[in-house]
């Protein structure tokens, strides 16, 4: 069964060497109760540790059933005591917080048995060595002939062919000592029973065979056995233990520690709590920087015009002019903002490329097309001319200017972009209804008023309302006041001459089947109190309507006159280029647009916007680039990473604590290896791995962590109520501290990784202790 070879075993202390184990050769037969006897360090525990495989030999070899064992790995060991061996020792070796049933079963755990099989064989093991009724208790309530009752009990349990007693009967009193005894020699007769004895009275008594030992050697032997082992087939069914009794184990030992736990988890938690706090008022404060953001940028889009001022350009100009003057002359030259003028070609192809943006980073875009509107309006039973101009009427204009301002022709008025998806959503979100509603159609329009509820007198009076300084008006008043909107062909008359004049029968131009009419739909306000918002007081439309009228009057007879011509088809003045082409827009002969606002959604946005502009303009010669105006970018420099920034800041100072908390659970850890190295040296006795006791320690810490970024995240929670209620009487501000929910997850598992890597070398270090040392621990 079992044979040692000429084992050799030395132990040096210092310049002091010690043979405790000196060329011994024995063999065992498979069903015996072998005894040992000797003096204190004459090596017969070392004998006894290096046959149940808790100690190595340095030279000789141990063959069980044939097999040498000289190419053993550890994870063989491990196995070898696991499947073959049990071990019984004088301090019983009980793990302290499992209970009997569990201490019982914990080799069957290590080797994988089904849960019911290891029940019933354990359960069976306790009847077997008489402690039936005891199985629901714990070890501290039992005596000590109990106890090691319970420790004989998993030793059997998994029904190893080989049973190890060290002194088994040495912590006992004589009658429990003869009871003891009596039960081994009952299990020797199916299986190999050594045992290590102080007490030669009880060890004739009971065993069959007496090993007397001294020096490191065996001195007689009273039935020695000389054949050779039968070669038999001998496998090994390596241990696993799983994560879930890891768990388990660590969970029942940090139970038993409720004060230490609950102290050692808050402590660990005030990182967790101080980075979650930092991040719910950063979360909070976010939102109002947004919100002060997103004002600011009603006002301040990224505006595309026709003639446009180049900053790389204005950049270039200036870094020219460092030199310094010689000489007594002067150069006349352009300045550098006329210099850094640049005319776009807003083409087809490019809105086209607009229109590919993505809607999440900027879904309000407004067109305008510089198209005039010939409006007029029924004032007192009688049809007159209009406008949607802020100018002052009493002050007038000369020239082509006078004569496109008296047809009716005015630009003026705020044009707002309208939601890519066809929604409202810029006025809804900028601006609420004091009277009316919110337009749903082209042809509606709104009146915007000022904070104070004042509306640009200009504006009413071009309405063709008979308005003094001060003079109030009632909301009804206004809103469903109607225009009619007149196209070209039924506006202008051309005359013999060539030339076209503005009809003057308004009221036959407001029957027209093309007039359509355009309804004041609503009196808007701006909803913020920081912003005065993007549009001027005055009249308001979609830049949906722009397109419309373009579209109605681009093939107007005036439009192909005008186009045909270099004079102006109204005054028959000549006009330079940039004149006519004014022209041809007012009156919708061009579809190039004026100017182009783009809204960034929010202003961390308003980047990825002015990136994707950048993108189209990449490998294009300087005259077909398409320049933007940021009016927003000063904002954006100098506050858009304020936030982050106090948030890293803050979170930086509260991560000391956490690296704080790392290294006190790394103390922890390594003092509960302290007090569980007994417990780690019987785990290894029952046949744990490293791997399995580094687990277990692993798991406790996995505990702990988890348990901090939990009850962390719960304080954290605990106090966003009473710093909203500090805030909101001290700044007014309502609801500033939000916990955001995936933030309290990851904050969570920040604890449980950093205080697992705190834990893990202490945990490595149990692992690696050696067995029979760390049974010898008190």
Known sequence: ???????????????????????????????????????????????????????????????????????????????????????????????????????????????????????????????????????????????????????????????????????????????????IMQLIRDLSKDRLVIMVTHNPDLAHQYADRIINFADGQIQDDSNAFEGEAAQDDFSLNNTKMSYWTAMK?????????????????????????????????????????DQTQSDALSTMPVTISQVSTDPSAMASNSSTKTKTAKGNTITAEKSDQDKAQHTNKITSQYLDYLNKMPKKDAKNIAIS?????????????????????????????????????????????????VDRNGKQSFLKTYYKVVAGSYPTKATDVVLVLNKDNSLNINALKNLGFNVKEGQKYNYKDLVGTTVKLVGNDDYYTKLPTGNFIPETDYSTMATKAATQTLTVKGIIRVKSSDSDGILASGVAYSANLTKKVLDANKNSAIVAAQKSSNNSVVTGQSMDKATRESTLATLGGTSEPTNIQIYPTKFKQKDKVLNYLDKYNK?????????????????????????????????????????????????????????????????????????????????????????????????????TFPINAILANVTGLSGVAVLNPTQAIVLVIISTVLTMLGGHIPARMAAKKDAAIALRAE
């Open 249 to 289: 184990l660590s969970y029942t030992n940090i139970r038993t520690k409720k004060g230490r736990t609950f102290l050692t988890v808050f402590a660990s938690s005030i990182g967790i709590i101080g980075i979650a706090v930092v991040l719910a008022l950063s979360n909070g404060f976010q939102k109002q920087v």
């Open 619 to 719: 490998g294009k010669s300087t005259a077909n680039k398409v320049v933007y105006t940021d009016l927003a970018s000063t904002i954006s420099t100098m506050t858009g990473g304020i936030m982050d920034a106090i948030t890293y800041v803050l979170i930086a100072f509260a991560g000391i604590s956490l690296v704080t908390s790392m290294i006190m659970i790394a103390i922890i850890t390594y003092t509960s290896v302290l007090e569980r190295t007994k417990e780690i040296g019987v785990l290894k006795a029952l046949g744990a791995r490293k791997k399995d006791i580094t687990r277990v320690f692993d798991a406790e810490t996995f505990i702990l962590g988890f348990g901090a970024g939990v009850f962390g995240i719960f304080v954290a929670w605990l106090l």
């Open 1 to 179: 069964m079992l044979k040692l070879s000429h084992i050799n075993k030395v132990y040096h202390v210092g310049d002091t060497v010690t043979k405790a184990q000196n060329d011994v050769s024995v063999q065992f037969r498979q069903q015996e109760f072998v005894a040992i006897l000797g003096p204190s360090g004459s090596g017969k525990t070392t004998m006894l540790n290096i046959i149940g495989g808790l100690d190595r030999y340095d030279s000789g070899d141990l063959l069980i059933k044939g097999k040498s064992t000289k190419n053993f790995k550890d994870s063989d060991w491990d196995a070898y005591r696991n499947n073959s061996v049990g071990f019984i020792f004088q301090s019983y070796n009980l793990i302290s917080h499992l209970s009997i049933m569990e201490n019982v079963e914990m080799g069957m755990t290590l080797s994988g048995v089904p849960a019911a099989k290891k029940w019933q064989m354990a359960t069976e093991a306790l009847v077997r060595v008489g402690l039936k009724d005891q199985i629901h208790k714990q070890p501290n309530q039992l005596s000590g002939g109990q106890m090691q009752r319970v420790a004989i009990a998993r030793a059997i349990a998994n029904n190893p062919e080989i049973l190890l007693a060290d002194e088994p009967t040495g912590a006992l009193d004589s009658e429990t000592s003869e009871e």
């Open 369 to 417: 097309y510089g198209t005039g509107m010939n409006l007029i309006r029924q004032v007192d039973g009688k049809y007159k001319s209009v406008t949607f101009s802020n100018t002052d009427p009493d002050k007038a204009a000369s020239g082509a200017s006078a004569m496109m301002s008296s047809s009716g022709s005015g630009i003026n008025g705020s044009v707002y972009p």
